[in-house]
């Protein structure tokens, strides 16, 4: 198996999309509803408070002597549904900045490859090694991590308040609420930036390992190009990114081209490539006789390098096809051709290192 040295290209991002595969992170979310909630407390606290503080009269105005509870079962439920609706917002409020997060780190994915019935997921061979992948290992040490952290915060912030509860005795109950909100408080805010720097930290990784995984051998880079070749809707991509660049067919396409191969009198090829566009060099004209001597002519005319390489002229000619990507075949020579056309004017310009055979840099130009 070959190194994987070459970044994924946007098929493999998409393919791996919808298997439900993106760069994300559980603790973003975590954090960020965290965070929230204590926002939303603060923000509905009067309410809230004055809610539990109605709900609570209501129910201790209605407690008969003696208690029966069965007496009382109308008002405990009355309770408990003015509870649920004061909570209601709330509630919705952390779900919905949740999914808003969530939809924020992927976008919008719907990965229907998910609920595909696939007998691998009941192998306990399988799923054992999954559990036991260093992946799990960071995720556990990270929780560990976690509860450690949030246990050290609650310790410290219990020793800055511990030392005023006995002056509470002769103090009103108010002073007692007061330090138990001054406490927790403290808990929160330390443990909420806590929470947010670890989300972010670990988003940074979880980006890194999904970028190394979808990294992709030379070969599987070649053959995903070569398997491409045949979609319709690509094919027709190409052609018309190719028209744009080359601005016509035929003898107007030497315009476009990067270079011109010819054997060196009787056939000539126009080549056009440009990197931010397409992936591969294509083909803008080509002609035999009458139409390769327009072509040189042409060429000459707009100054655009000509390159005698026989072999790779008649390859061209009779394999590449008008407004399409060159044959795989031909794209050592083509690569190295490219590069030599680079160097006359001192251009950096990236040729594809794997394109490049060292054996064809004898190649008369």
């Known amino acids: 198996m070959g190194e994987k040295t070459e970044k994924a290209t946007p098929k493999k991002l998409r393919d791996a999309r919808k298997k439900g595969q993106v760069a994300k992170s559980q603790d973003i979310p975590g954090a960020a509803t965290f965070v929230a909630s204590i926002g939303l407390l603060l923000a509905m606290s009067s309410f809230l408070f004055s809610q539990f503080q109605a709900t609570c009269l209501f129910f201790w105005g209605k407690v008969s002597s003696p208690f029966f509870i069965e007496n009382h079962y109308p008002y405990i439920f009355q309770s408990l549904y003015q509870i649920l609706i004061c909570s209601l917002p709330f509630a919705i409020g952390i ?193 035999k006789g009458v139409e390769a001597e327009w072509i040189i002519f042409e060429a000459k005319k707009l100054e655009i390098p000509i390159v005698r390489n026989v072999p790779l002229a008649w390859s061209l000619y009779e394999t590449g096809e008008m407004h399409e990507f060159i044959p795989l075949e031909t794209y050592e020579a083509v690569a190295e051709v490219l590069k030599w056309v680079a160097s006359l004017g001192g251009a950096e310009e990236e040729v594809e290192e794997e394109l490049i055979d060292e054996n064809l840099k004898g190649t008369e130009l």
Not at 140 to 166: D, N, R
Not at 195 to 206: E, G, K
Not at 207 to 236: A, H, I, V, Y
């Open 95 to 287: 779900a919905t900045i949740g999914a808003i997060v969530n939809f924020l780190m992927v976008g919008p994915m719907f990965a229907t490859e998910i609920f595909k019935f696939d007998i691998k997921k009941f192998d306990p061979v399988n799923n054992l090694k999954q559990k036991f992948k260093i992946r799990t290992l960071i995720e556990l040490l990270k929780s560990t991590f976690k509860i450690l952290v949030v246990f050290y915060i609650c310790y410290k912030a219990w020793l800055e308040v511990s030392g005023m509860f006995p002056m509470l005795i002769a103090q009103p109950l108010i002073a007692t609420f007061f330090l138990v909100y001054t406490f927790l408080w403290k808990v929160v805010v330390r443990a909420g930036v806590f929470f947010v720097a670890i989300a972010v930290a670990d988003y940074l990784y979880q980006k890194r390992l999904f970028d190394k995984e979808m990294m992709m051998e030379k070969f599987e880079l070649k053959q995903e190009f070569k398997n491409t070749e045949g979609d319709p809707e690509l094919k027709s991509r190409r052609r018309e990114i190719a028209r744009e660049i080359a601005y016509g067919g035929g003898r107007r396409g030497v315009k476009g081209s990067k270079v011109v191969i010819t054997n060196p009198t009787h056939i000539a090829i126009a080549l056009a490539y440009e990197r931010k566009k397409v992936p591969a060099p294509f083909v803008v004209a080509k002609g």
